[in-house]
Nanobody, 127 residues
Framework: VQLQASGGGLVQAGGSLRLSCEAS???????????MGWFRQAPGKEREFVAA????????RYADSVNSRFTISRDNAKNTVYLQVNSLKPEDTAVYYC??????????????????WGQGTLVTVSS
């Protein structure tokens, strides 16, 4: 599974962005079997969980710091997962990574449960 994240940029505090992550899969692998997650890493900090969505899209989980401001969704027909980020704060500045978990397993906030990672997209929030 190869993941390509996009949509990051420079935005003022209070602004919004829509991050996208498109998956490319080998023959026989089905995007809709994979739970997906978004993580972020700020300068000098460890990578942290942001949001996750089940393979069916029916279950979503968020970090407390982003709950009600961020929304994760997926379009299995387009092999794409999205992260809508609203009401951005300077502390949201980070490289955002999408990740694919293990097929048909539940959502997870643990980095260890994700086997495939995109290259990251930078979100910078100015005050």
């Amino acid at each position: 599974v190869q993941l390509q994240a996009s949509g990051g940029g420079l935005v003022q505090a209070g602004g919004s962005l829509r991050l996208s992550c498109e998956a490319s899969l080998r023959s026989g692998r089905i995007f809709s079997n994979y739970p997906m997650g978004w993580f972020r890493q700020a300068p000098g900090k460890e990578r942290e969980f942001v949001a996750a969505i089940s393979y069916s899209g029916g279950t979503r989980r968020y970090a407390d710091s982003v709950n009600s401001r961020f929304t994760i969704s997926r379009d299995n027909a387009k092999n794409t997962v999205y992260l809508q980020v609203n009401s951005l704060k300077p502390e949201d500045t980070a490289v955002y990574y999408c990740a694919a978990g293990r097929p048909l397993l539940g959502v997870s906030s643990s980095i260890r449960d994700y086997d495939y990672w995109g290259q990251g997209t930078l979100v910078t929030v100015s005050s």
